[in-house]
């Protein structure tokens, strides 16, 4: 009997949980194919490592031929660029036709510049490996350059990201840096409880992170941002962390999104109006934060439905809406976490992050290589050499 194809798009935090709950729970005549343009899963949250140049403990890159071991999922390493729904087929650049029997989407966000000129040309983003590699190589050509004065860096925006990277990048011991994040909201971390929007300005400041509120960015031109009252900020490294939308792959599809370019799903996660195909994570609109956890959350429910549709049941899992818990570093050995109702901040809250990394490795790897990962990070595939300057 021919197999059928449960087909995943994007080994996130989602598609990951998909692809290994699938695995478990599906047996003959089917076979679990994941697509993604990297060779490795990426824990973001050690992404701000990356860009301040601290390939450490906590900075993960996971290939997928180490996740994937002794288990039955066929990994496609390519970008994914054509849906045809009709015929039930995705292809990929490197020119594979996959045909599918179901299709999960999780491709994630991408970057929203709000139409906002100069942030697609000057700034980076702080999405994928490629952007904190571009930002740390930066930094250590101002090292190496031995630049006069403080590096100026600007970051866009003041939500979890923009004030983690300017946490982060301020300890970097490369050289002196002078970081600006700009928000167009009277406060960082709007959407959040003031308690925590209150601390992290307080940590920020304690840092020497200068922040800029109720003040929209204009344009960025090459070397400075012009801000909404006319003011100026000249810079050298720009940042953008202003804004996420749903993939952009779904541009170029006819299935349903909403005004942050997600997927409109039904409450079993099926794109409307298409049965055989799931929308989950960062790719999905279901009125939870777009978050690792809300990702994994999702990957459960898929995976749920996916088997109970192969083994003919109609028992279909509906996600749930609940607020995600986070925790939010900034600088060294500092976090704020909030769980439930419980807000707490220091070193108690770093350490928990610590812990948070090591029940998510456990989850996707054999208990001594996540301890192993935990321990010493894996970050191998990444080689990032000082570049060459003309003194
Ligand atoms: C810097 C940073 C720090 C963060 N920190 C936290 C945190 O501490 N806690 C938290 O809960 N959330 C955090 N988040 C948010 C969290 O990472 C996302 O919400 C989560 O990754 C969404 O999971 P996902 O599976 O939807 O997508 P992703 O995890 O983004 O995965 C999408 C996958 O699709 C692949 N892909 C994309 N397009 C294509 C294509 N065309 N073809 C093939 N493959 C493709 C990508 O390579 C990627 O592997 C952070 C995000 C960032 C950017």
């Known amino acids: 009997m021919q197999e059928k194809n449960i087909v995943i798009l994007g080994g996130g935090f989602g598609g990951l949980r998909t692809a290994l709950n699938l695995e478990k729970s599906l047996k003959k005549g089917y076979k679990i194919i994941l697509v993604d343009q990297n060779t490795f899963h990426l824990y973001t949250a050690s992404l701000y490592e990356v860009a301040a140049g601290e390939l450490s403990n906590r900075c993960i890159l996971l290939p997928f031929h180490k996740i994937f071991k002794n288990k039955k999922i066929k990994f496609i390493n390519s970008k994914v660029n054509k849906l045809d729904p009709k015929q039930k087929v995705v292809e990929t650049l490197s020119g594979d036709k996959i045909p599918y029997w179901k299709l999960v989407f999780a491709l994630g966000a991408d970057t929203e510049d709000f139409g906002i000129p100069g942030v697609a040309q000057h700034a980076i983003s702080m999405k994928s490996i490629t952007d904190a590699e571009k930002i740390y190589r930066k930094l250590l050509r101002c090292s190496v350059a031995g630049k006069a004065g403080a590096v100026k860096i600007v970051i866009g925006g003041g939500g979890f990201t923009g004030v983690e990277i300017a946490g982060e990048l301020i300890n970097s011991q490369k050289c002196k840096l002078d970081i600006i994040v700009v928000e167009a909201a009277p406060k960082v971390l709007a959407a959040l409880p003031e308690k925590i929007s209150k ?44 804004g996420v939308r749903g ?30 195909i799931f929308g989950l994570g960062d790719t999905a609109s279901t009125g939870v934060a777009w978050t690792a956890t809300k990702a994994e959350e999702d990957g459960k429910v898929v995976a749920h439905n996916i088997a109970a549709i192969a083994k003919g049941s109609r028992n279909l899992k509906e996600y749930k ?53 935990w321990w010493g990070g894996e970050c191998e595939v990444l080689e990032i ?3 060459k300057v003309n003194l």
């Open 247 to 276: 993939s952009r792959f779904l541009d170029g599809t006819d299935l349903p999104v909403d005004k942050r370019k997600a997927l409109v799903v039904d409450k079993y996660l099926q794109v409307k109006g298409y049965k055989n």
């Open 321 to 373: 809406v609940f607020e995600p818990p986070f925790i939010i570093p900034a600088g060294k050995g500092w976090a704020i976490a909030k769980v439930g109702s419980i807000i707490f901040s220091g070193k108690a809250a770093s350490i928990l992050k610590d812990f948070v990394l090591l029940y998510y490795l456990v989850t996707i790897l054999p208990l001594p290589e996540a301890v192993r990962v």
């Open 385 to 387: 050499r000082a570049p």
């Open 199 to 242: 601390e992290i300005s307080k940590r920020l400041k304690f840092l020497g992170v200068r922040v800029i509120t109720s003040t929209p960015i204009k344009e960025i031109k090459e070397k400075e941002v012009v801000l909404a009252d006319g003011r100026l900020i000249k810079y050298d490294i720009m940042i953008w962390t202003a």
